[in-house]
């Protein structure tokens, strides 16, 4: 059975989970911090991200980037850090708070309808974000409307499934066992910008130049296999929605296979799962 992508519905349920998972992604913070620590940093070198900037981050999320960022600004710089969940925004400036940061204010909004005054910007991030959206070339035309001349975006995305099995194998497992089909080209999914030129392609065709993509080696390093199925299954709002469709004993069942199949990933030093992330860039 064909269903056909509906992005309102999907916006809406992509708005709850973040909504529910809010607290989980919080908690997690030095964990999630860990893993793409190398990463973001990476995205705010490539934003060139320095003393006085103003920065717009885009699915923000719990904002570890975004303090990240508020740090290299610094007091006569700002951060505006924007989501689709409201929820999580308030775990943002919690945590800015706890870490001692002013020059960072939040605001719920779509990221494909962003509104921010033009050109207000000299940077832009979006860490494991804009794959999400439904359409991309909207978001990134509200990104890049909001940047000055010449100021830069970054992005933190997934590469390739094959590349990052922590993930891709608890969503294969799921995709077989509720029969759910993979996303089509051009939907949103975790993997949606990561073969080769994708990236490159999506943000030329939004009008930026001076394009780079570099590749992140950043694997999840916990204690176990199974702290790691801990992670996704309290943090990981898309997973639980495409386990929706089944009864309580089959997403038992489902997260019991994902649990031994990541115990592959287990060694004497703990678990390291597999994950590569690519850091596009460009210029307005």
Known sequence: MTTTFDPAVYKSTTRQQWQDA????????PTIEDWLGAATSQMLDAA?????SRVLDVAAGAGGQSIAAAHRAGPSGHVLATDISPEILHYAMAAAANAGVRNLAVQEADGEALQVPEESFD?????VGLIYFPD???????????????????AVVYSTA??????????????RRAELPPPAPGQPGPFSLGNPGVAEETLARAGFRDITVDTVPS?????????????????FGALHQMLSGL?????????D????????FEGPQGFSGPCEMLVVSGAR
Request: contains cysteine; aromatic residues 8%.
């Open 162 to 175: 094959d590349r990052n099995k922590f993930f891709s194998t608890p969503v294969g497992i799921i995709r």
């Open 48 to 52: 060139k991200i320095g003393a006085g």
């Open 136 to 154: 991309q070339q909207a978001a990134l035309g509200c990104i890049r409307d909001a940047l000055r001349p010449g100021g830069r975006f970054a």
């Open 123 to 127: 940077a832009a991030i979006s860490r």
């Open 22 to 29: 809010a607290e989980a992604w919080h908690r997690w913070g």
């Open 257 to 264: 296979e994902i649990a031994t199949a990541l115990s592959e």
């Open 219 to 235: 694997p999840v390093r916990l204690p176990s296999a199974a702290e790691c199925v801990r992670f996704e299954r309290e943090s």
């Open 247 to 255: 009864p309580a004993h089959e997403r038992e069942a489902a997260w």
